[in-house]
């Protein structure tokens, strides 16, 4: 026989095709609807917020690793990629460009890269930007004014997304009836939610990045389930109470950063349980605080604060939860 | 009664059974065989020959080492030349017998021709005493020794006998030629070990993706009419064929941890065991050869071959009448895929439970660069036992044995689900067969010291 050499290692000997880096490829195809949706509305400023958040993540990723952390850059499995586009997504178009930078600096060299980077960090990297930027810049954060679009958008709704307005209204006094008519647009219209930063825009591109994920088997459903059902199921018993001051379950789904929320950010593999179980609690936890931020906190939604607290408890849900073994009971 | 699988984990590998329509053909016999003391699980074999002896082929050249061991037959007739230490697959020496093949003289007492016996004797002593004196263990992986599973310790009661038609992994075609080629003779030996297990039921069950094999066996078992044996269609999921999944699929009975199936009543066997049992019962014909399957990714057809071979044909000889290495092969296994061991010394002789020559590709099986774990969270899903294969990794690193006890590192059947699954390619199933030994060291040396402290007690 010939004297080539033949690679010798134990079992299995073949791998599903699979890497870090086709997942993370996954979900950028999955928010990629989203993303076109939120540039053809808000134009070239969406655009150039989508490409200097997702610029600046991965530079910073690739600067740091490399001259600071002195280790092989990560950049090549796109997790940065990712932290960039749910960055952008989270952020309102007419934010200044160098405070979408600030944001990816939290992210990549705050959130992230400190605790060991990919894996290894605690809080979801683009919410810790975004909630970083909430708390510093409030007034950039919350100015909500539509840039000029590719495609004209019907009712729009300038200065402040429905949501804080009507949070507004409601602090200061006045019924959901009484704010709909002072205002003159109908349910349907704060439905539609023009004027919502750019990620919550279109529930209809966000649903089909979900299921394309579900569909490839990145994501499980069970922790997205579990706070839409949360929501849904303390908005019904609120609202059914209280029509006038609580709003209902369809719209606090839909509006806010519920969706991009519980389909992107929740689910994150590092920051979530990973057993199911765990990660229902995990999800009715982020419901339960969204939905009390709503109705009785400061801000307008809470789902970036939600998520970013049941991230501490996502160490023990692990500790706590683990699954069935074949054979012991 | 519809599809059936196990209740958790398993991957769904592609198929990859290129060799599928490749009849069995007899492989040429070699200048010389080289017969292996360890082709079974327990205690080696003790070899009763020494050079110089003439032999035929079906003569006992080996008896059982102990309890767990199995008797070794000549699989040609010739002269022995040596018995002395060899290197096995992984490089390991192991005590052959070497013997010169000289023509193709058979033992007079073994009936060589094509016909079918079915009728089964009835005295249960006698086909035990022929399963063992021909040397059958068993043919799925694990190579028990077959008497040994059929009867049941004081106290245990078989009520199912499976038959394994699954062959999970992918590549591997031998169990499905045996199964569309001999169906008759693997229900007879199906019939033969229910018949010793005092008429226990019998499923046999067959993956939907061998719908050829589940029409042959389901008409065998037709023709033939024995009482309650019946085939199971088994939904395609890997590792399916592993004992404690199989059980767990047909009869939704799971065996405990560190137990076996006939603590749940349950004895498997592999369709190509069913198929020596038959043999050896009916046709006293000893364990000598099997069916091993010689395929690959990217190789041309024409090197595709399932071989009746005669246990202790070296596999260089195996692959040289096979049309040579190809190539594009960068790793050579010896059995499936994902529990096949890889080939270190081409020289290596088949034993009797070779079940295949594979080929692998550098794309398919060069391992990527490990990564970070992303907590994905897949190795745990695709783990049949239930396992958490990122934390069993983590506690090994950390050196942790009373943890990796708890998290039941000594019930990892070694199937390769969580390595084949996980996208920061960790190599997780290395980690966590050392965890395992480890974790298996630590219980077998405290039964041994409660045992002492037991007796000394007594005393
Ligand atoms: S090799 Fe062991 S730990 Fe890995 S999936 Fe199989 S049983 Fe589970
Ligand atoms: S599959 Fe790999 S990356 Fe995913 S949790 Fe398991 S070890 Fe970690």
């Given amino acids: 026989m010939d004297n080539k050499k033949y690679i010798v290692s134990p079992s299995p000997h073949i791998h599903a095709d699979i890497s870090t880096t086709s997942v993370m490829r996954d979900v950028i195809i999955a928010l990629s609807p989203a993303a076109v949706v939120a540039i053809l509305v808000y134009g070239w400023a969406e655009l150039l917020v ?28 796109l997790s940065a990629v990712v932290t960039g586009l749910l960055l952008a997504l989270n952020l309102p178009s007419a934010i200044p460009l160098w405070i979408v930078f600030i944001g990816a600096v939290v992210a990549i060299c705050v959130a992230k890269l400190p605790f060991g980077g990919i894996g290894q960090n605690v809080f979801n990297p683009a919410i810790t930007g975004r909630v970083f930027l909430l708390v510093s810049f409030p007034a950039q954060m919350t100015n909500w004014t539509p840039t000029p679009g590719f495609v004209p958008v019907p009712d729009a709704v300038s200065g402040a997304t429905p949501l804080s307005l009507l949070k507004e209204a409601l602090k200061g006094g006045s019924t959901i009836p009484q704010f709909l008519a002072s205002n003159d647009f109908s ?37 997205p389930l579990s706070i839409l059902g949360t929501m849904a199921l303390i908005s019904v018993v609120f609202h059914t109470v209280n029509p006038d001051i609580y709003t209902g379950p369809v719209f606090n789904i839909m509006t806010g950063g519920t969706l991009l929320g519980a389909f992107f950010m929740a689910t994150d593999y590092v920051t979530s349980p990973m057993n199911v179980w765990g990660g229902v609690i995990f999800g009715v936890g982020i419901g339960l605080i969204d939905m009390m931020i709503r109705y009785f906190g400061a801000y307008p939604e809470g789902m970036s604060f939600a998520i970013l607290l049941m991230n501490c408890t996502v160490p023990l849900l692990n500790r706590w939860f683990h699954q069935k073994k074949y054979g012991r009971t | 009664m519809g599809k059936v699988t196990f209740s958790r984990g398993g991957i769904h590998p592609r198929d990859c059974k290129y060799a599928r329509e490749c009849a069995i053909e007899e492989l040429p ?11 079974h699980l327990g205690a080696p074999a003790k070899p009763l020959v020494a050079p110089g002896d003439s032999v035929k082929v079906g003569q006992v050249i080996a008896e059982p080492g102990g309890f767990i061991s199995a008797f070794i037959h000549s699989p040609v007739s010739g002269t022995v030349k040596g018995i002395a230490p060899r290197k096995n697959l992984a490089g390991d020496p192991v005590m052959h017998v070497e013997i010169a093949v000289e023509g193709d ?19 249960k002593a006698l086909i035990l005493g022929r399963i063992k004196a021909c040397g059958v263990v068993g043919l799925g992986g694990a190579t028990f020794p077959t008497h040994v599973k059929l009867s049941p310790p004081p106290g245990k009661v078989a009520d199912c006998l499976i038959i394994n038609g699954s062959e999970c992994e992918p590549f591997l075609t031998s169990d499905y030629r045996i199964m569309i080629e001999r169906p008759k003779e693997v229900v007879v030996g199906a019939a033969i070990m229910q018949k010793v297990l005092d008429g226990c039921h019998c499923v046999i069950g067959i ?81 000598i050869s099997n069916i091993l399957t010689v395929t690959g990714d990217k190789i041309p057809a024409k090197l595709q071959h399932n071989y009746l071979f005669r246990i202790g044909v070296p596999l260089s000889f195996v692959m040289e009448q096979a049309g040579g290495i190809p190539d594009t092969a960068a790793k050579i ?38 990564s970070h774990c992303i907590r994905c ?43 084949y699954s996980c996208p920061a390619h960790i190599p997780l199933l290395d980690h966590i067969r050392q965890a395992k030994g480890q974790v298996m060291g630590v219980i077998r040396a405290r039964a041994a010291a409660a045992k002492a402290a037991a007796e000394a007690k007594k005393q």
Avoid at chain 1, 205 to 222: E, T
Avoid at chain 2, 29 to 39: A, E, G, R
Avoid at chain 2, 259 to 271: E, H, M, R, S, T
Avoid at chain 2, 337 to 355: E, F, I, W
């Fill in chain 1, 187 to 223: 349910m349907s219209s704060l439905l539609w939610d023009i004027g919502a930063s750019a990620g919550e825009l279109s529930a209809g591109a966000l649903l089909i990045g979900f299921i394309y994920l579900l569909i490839r088997r990145v994501v499980k459903p069970w922790i």
């Fill in chain 2, 207 to 287: 993956e939907e993706n061998k719908p050829e094999a589940i029409a042959a066996i389901r008409a065998a078992v037709a023709e033939l009419g024995y009482p309650d044996i019946r085939v199971q269609v088994l939904r395609k999921r890997y590792p399916q064929g592993g004992e404690k999944q199989l059980i767990d699929a047909v009869l939704h009975r799971q065996v405990g941890s560190g137990g076996l199936p006939i603590d749940v009543g349950a004895v498997v066997q592999n369709v190509t065991t069913s198929f020596a049992v038959y043999e050896a019962v009916q046709k006293n014909k000893p364990l």
């Fill in chain 2, 333 to 370: 296994v010896s059995g499936g895929p994902m529990m096949g061991k890889a080939v270190s010394n081409l020289d290596a002789t088949t034993v009797k439970g070779t079940a295949a020559v594979l080929y692998l590709s550098e794309a398919a099986t060069r391992r990527q660069k490990e």
């Fill in chain 2, 29 to 39: 016999l070699p200048k010389t065989v080289y017969v292996s003391m360890v082709q």
């Fill in chain 2, 105 to 123: 003289e058979w033992d007079p007492a073994i009936d060589r021709s094509g016909d079918l016996v079915t009728d089964i004797p009835d005295d």
């Fill in chain 1, 50 to 77: 989508l490409l200097v958040s997702i610029v600046s993540c991965v530079l910073l990723e690739w600067a740091v690793t490399r001259w600071m952390m002195k280790r092989p850059s990560t950049v090549g499995d």
């Fill in chain 2, 377 to 419: 969270g897949k190795c745990a899903d695709a783990c049949p036992m239930g396992l958490e294969p990122f934390l069993l990794n983590r506690l090994y690193k950390a050196a942790d044995l009373e943890a990796l006890e708890k998290n039941a590192a000594q019930d990892c059947i070694e199937c390769g689900c969580c390595l």
